[in-house]
Every structure is written in structure tokens, then in C-alpha cells.
């Protein structure tokens, strides 16, 4: 705009977009002494000359507006400014009307001559080409962030999947009758536990849409608490024909943030059972290596096809799941390099190797004192996303 107003030598340009829901022309660029004023100014089609360039789809010329009864000297009352003369074009592209490009007093006293309104064309052209532009990407824009929502949807659907059905599975073992009193306390305890999961799931969600996560370590008998995920994962397991197995090799003291390394876990468990339709096994197992834990999640499923190993750990990278949303990996991968570990995955699928067995491994390392720090006494807060 302020190349229009150079080129044509006027004092002031705006352009005015049209809005087909309520028919009208709102005044949204502009350029010159009472350019903030003009803003936000809409005008009917056919109002003033801005509005007949619009409504006649040709260039309007006026000499001299206040001999011209098409002008509207609302706008100079309201802005203080004097217009003398006015030149307007329509800016259109394929689909129609998209506004109108508008140049206001020539310089010097003078008129807009016929080819300052052959030039404006031209501009309103170019002007036309960004706006549609603009347009484009903003539309493009807004559907990536609904296809992430979607996305982010199915995903909290598909880890609430996993608690749901245990929590209904503990509260009908709490309504049998002769359900005794030490196991009504076990799987009391239990729910409440899977509910605090699903809570911290739905906030880690959240955090994850708004890209702020934050980790909560603190210092965790690893075999206890290992055991204890074991305990809900084989209730799972068990009905999907699924073995499972530990190896707690490493018996001893991590900082990690529970209810984080926990979601890795189950996500790590949910993909093996998706990857044995028909049962096996998983294994679980940990082991020391100098001032590194690691924890190891083994499964006798149908592997990970070589061309697809590099890419598993991206966002929605997902492979051939009805449900599948690819966010389980990429969070995993993002929990464990905040605590400052690394992740690796072996896996072979039939045929390779002229293996008759096929199955994957993770291998998840990370510092068994807690990042940054040799010790520490209480849960505290890491930051871990930039
Ligand atoms: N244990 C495994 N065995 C075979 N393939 C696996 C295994 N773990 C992951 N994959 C592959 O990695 C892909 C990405 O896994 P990820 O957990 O990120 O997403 P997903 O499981 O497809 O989706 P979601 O976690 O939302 O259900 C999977 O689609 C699958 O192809
Ligand atoms: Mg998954």
C-alpha cells in the first residue's frame, strides 16, 4: 500500500475487504496522515466511492468530491480529513470481489490522471494475489492445527482405553460377594492408582497440546514400584493371551517421575500387545551399567520392519493401527530424554537375517542419580521442554 501511494503520488491509500456475510466493505489497511481513524471503517456496497468501485466492478475517478454526489463525507468528518480527490479500484481475484483498493488527494494540488488509474489496476492485481495468498495460509494453517487436535483426541481416547478397563475390571471383582477383605483393600488401592493415572494423563495432555511438560522426580525403590506396575499390566496382558515376564536384575534407588516413567510403560505394553494378535510374551527386566539403570521391554510379536525402525519415534508416525496415532513413541521419547536417558530398539521380524523368530526389544537408559545433581532429598520439579 505504501508502494501504491508512492507510485500514484497520492497522500493516503487504503484497502477496503469485502465481507460477504454481512455484504459490506471494511476498511482494514491504510496508509497516510489519518490512517489509524480510517481503519475499522465499513461501508455498503455502493456507499461513497469506495463503494460504487465495488458495486460497479470498475475504477472510479473523482476530480474533485465535493462536487460528486457519490461522495460520503461521513468519513472526513469523522477522521478530520480533507479529501479532494479519489481514485478506487476493485481488487478481484477468480472466486469474485475481494475488496477495494483506494488512493486519496494526488499530490501537489493535482488529479489522478489515466494512467495513475491504469497503474492502480495494476497494484489492486498484485494486492488481489497477496490476499488470496494470505488467505490460503491461514486456511492451511488452521486445518494442521485441527488435524493436531483430532489427533491429540484420539490419543487421549486411546490411553484412557487402558485404565477404563481395568478400573472396570477391579470394581466387578469388588462387587462379588465373596470377594474378601484383603482384596478389597488390594484392588481399592488399585483404582485408585489407575485414576491417578488417568488424572495425571489428561493434565500431561494438556501440557503436552500447550508444549509445556514438566517432570516430577523423585527417588523410587525401582524393583517395588516395577513390581507393582507388573501386578496391573498382567490383569491386561492375561486376557490378550499375553505372558508376562520380569528380571529385575538392578535392585536399588532411581530419581524418575513415576507417573510419567509409568506411562512409558504401559505405552511400550500397549504397542507389544498390538504387535501379538495371536499372545507371546513380554518380558520386563532391568539391569545396572555403571551410574545408568536400564530398563528393558521385550516382546515376541511380529517386529518393526527395518524401513520403518528410524521413523517409529516421530509425532504420528504410526503403522498400519486402525487407531493408531503415533504419539505414544514420540512422548516416550520425550519423557525419557528428560531424564536425561536414551532409548534404542532392536527388532527383527521374520525373514530377516534367516530368523525364524521375530520380537523387539527397547532399551531405555537413564542416570540413576537424579540429572544435574549427585542426590536429593524431596520430589522437585525439572523442566525437560524447551
Ligand atoms: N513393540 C512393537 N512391535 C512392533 N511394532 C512396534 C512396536 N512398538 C512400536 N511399533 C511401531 O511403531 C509405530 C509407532 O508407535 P507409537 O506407539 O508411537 O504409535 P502407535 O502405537 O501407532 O499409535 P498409538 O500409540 O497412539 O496407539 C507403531 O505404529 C508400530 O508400527
Ligand atoms: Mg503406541
Same mark, same amino acid.
Given at each position: 500500500m505504501h508502494e501504491t501511494e508512492a507510485a500514484v503520488g497520492a497522500e493516503a491509500a487504503c484497502i477496503a475487504l469485502y465481507d460477504a456475510s454481512d455484504n459490506r466493505l471494511h476498511i482494514k489497511f491504510a496508509s497516510g496522515e489519518k490512517s489509524e481513524a480510517v481503519k475499522g471503517v465499513s461501508l455498503a456496497m455502493g456507499q461513497g466511492i469506495l463503494g460504487e468501485a465495488a458495486a460497479t466492478n470498475s475504477t472510479v475517478r473523482v476530480d474533485a468530491v465535493q462536487e460528486d454526489s457519490r461522495f460520503d463525507g461521513s468519513v472526513d468528518k469523522k477522521t478530520k480529513?480533507?479529501?479532494?480527490?479519489?481514485?478506487?479500484? %476493485?481488487?478481484r481475484r477468480r472466486q469474485g470481489l475481494l475488496g477495494v483498493l483506494e488512493v486519496i488527494n494526488k499530490r501537489g494540488e493535482l488529479v489522478f490522471s489515466e494512467s495513475d488509474a491504469r497503474l492502480l489496476e495494476i497494484l489492486a492485481g498484485q494486492a488481489g494475489i497477496a490476499i488470496e495468498n494470505a488467505r490460503l495460509l491461514e486456511r492451511t494453517l488452521q486445518s494442521d492445527r485441527l488435524s493436531t487436535v483430532g489427533k491429540m483426541a484420539s490419543s487421549i481416547i486411546h490411553d484412557f482405553k487402558t485404565p477404563l478397563t481395568v478400573?472396570?475390571?477391579?470394581?466387578?471383582?469388588?462387587?462379588? %460377594?465373596?470377594?474378601?477383605?484383603?482384596?478389597?483393600?488390594?484392588?481399592?488401592?488399585?483404582?485408585?492408582?489407575?485414576?491417578?493415572?488417568?488424572?495425571?494423563?489428561?493434565?500431561?495432555?494438556?501440557?503436552?497440546?500447550?508444549?509445556?511438560?514438566?517432570?516430577?522426580?523423585?527417588?523410587?525403590?525401582?524393583?517395588?514400584?516395577?513390581n507393582s506396575i507388573a501386578d496391573v499390566l498382567r490383569m491386561n496382558l492375561t486376557k490378550a493371551n499375553i505372558e508376562l515376564k520380569t528380571g529385575f536384575e538392578f535392585k536399588g534407588k532411581v530419581w524418575l517421575d513415576q507417573e510419567k516413567m509409568r506411562r512409558v510403560i504401559m505405552n511400550m505394553a500397549s504397542n507389544a500387545r498390538d504387535a501379538m494378535p495371536d499372545g507371546g510374551t513380554f518380558t520386563i527386566s532391568t539391569a545396572q551399567k555403571g551410574n545408568h539403570w536400564q530398563l528393558g521391554?521385550?516382546?515376541?510379536?511380529?517386529?518393526? %520392519?527395518?524401513?520403518?525402525?528410524?521413523?517409529?519415534?516421530?509425532?504420528?508416525?504410526?503403522?498400519?493401527?486402525?487407531?493408531?496415532?503415533?504419539?505414544?513413541?514420540?512422548?516416550?521419547?520425550?519423557?525419557?530424554?528428560?531424564?536425561?536417558?536414551?532409548?534404542?530398539?532392536?527388532?527383527?521380524?521374520?525373514?530377516?537375517?534367516?530368523?525364524?523368530?521375530?520380537?523387539?526389544?527397547?532399551?531405555?537408559?537413564? %542416570?540413576?542419580?537424579?540429572?544435574?545433581?549427585?542426590?536429593?532429598?524431596?520430589?522437585?520439579?525439572?523442566?525437560?521442554?524447551?
Amino acid at each position: 500500500m505504501h508502494e501504491t501511494e508512492a507510485a500514484v503520488g497520492a497522500e493516503a491509500a487504503c484497502i477496503a475487504l469485502y465481507d460477504a456475510s454481512d455484504n459490506r466493505l471494511h476498511i482494514k489497511f491504510a496508509s497516510g496522515e489519518k490512517s489509524e481513524a480510517v481503519k475499522g471503517v465499513s461501508l455498503a456496497m455502493g456507499q461513497g466511492i469506495l463503494g460504487e468501485a465495488a458495486a460497479t466492478n470498475s475504477t472510479v475517478r473523482v476530480d474533485a468530491v465535493q462536487e460528486d454526489s457519490r461522495f460520503d463525507g461521513s468519513v472526513d468528518k469523522k477522521t478530520k480529513f480533507a479529501t479532494r480527490s479519489i481514485l478506487a479500484t %476493485p481488487i478481484r481475484r477468480r472466486q469474485g470481489l475481494l475488496g477495494v483498493l483506494e488512493v486519496i488527494n494526488k499530490r501537489g494540488e493535482l488529479v489522478f490522471s489515466e494512467s495513475d488509474a491504469r497503474l492502480l489496476e495494476i497494484l489492486a492485481g498484485q494486492a488481489g494475489i497477496a490476499i488470496e495468498n494470505a488467505r490460503l495460509l491461514e486456511r492451511t494453517l488452521q486445518s494442521d492445527r485441527l488435524s493436531t487436535v483430532g489427533k491429540m483426541a484420539s490419543s487421549i481416547i486411546h490411553d484412557f482405553k487402558t485404565p477404563l478397563t481395568v478400573i472396570q475390571g477391579f470394581v466387578d471383582l469388588l462387587g462379588n %460377594p465373596n470377594t474378601s477383605e484383603e482384596k478389597r483393600q488390594t484392588y481399592s488401592k488399585l483404582i485408585q492408582d489407575e485414576v491417578k493415572g488417568f488424572l495425571t494423563s489428561a493434565q500431561d495432555m494438556l501440557q503436552y497440546a500447550r508444549g509445556e511438560t514438566r517432570l516430577s522426580v523423585e527417588e523410587v525403590e525401582i524393583d517395588t514400584w516395577l513390581n507393582s506396575i507388573a501386578d496391573v499390566l498382567r490383569m491386561n496382558l492375561t486376557k490378550a493371551n499375553i505372558e508376562l515376564k520380569t528380571g529385575f536384575e538392578f535392585k536399588g534407588k532411581v530419581w524418575l517421575d513415576q507417573e510419567k516413567m509409568r506411562r512409558v510403560i504401559m505405552n511400550m505394553a500397549s504397542n507389544a500387545r498390538d504387535a501379538m494378535p495371536d499372545g507371546g510374551t513380554f518380558t520386563i527386566s532391568t539391569a545396572q551399567k555403571g551410574n545408568h539403570w536400564q530398563l528393558g521391554l521385550h516382546d515376541t510379536g511380529f517386529g518393526i %520392519p527395518v524401513e520403518q525402525r528410524s521413523k517409529i519415534f516421530e509425532l504420528f508416525a504410526t503403522f498400519g493401527k486402525q487407531n493408531g496415532t503415533g504419539l505414544g513413541l514420540a512422548m516416550v521419547g520425550d519423557i525419557v530424554e528428560g531424564h536425561g536417558g536414551s532409548i534404542r530398539v532392536e527388532s527383527c521380524v521374520v525373514g530377516e537375517n534367516d530368523n525364524t523368530n521375530s520380537g523387539t526389544s527397547f532399551i531405555i537408559s537413564a %542416570p540413576i542419580s537424579r540429572p544435574g545433581t549427585a542426590s536429593g532429598k524431596s520430589s522437585s520439579e525439572a523442566g525437560y521442554r524447551d
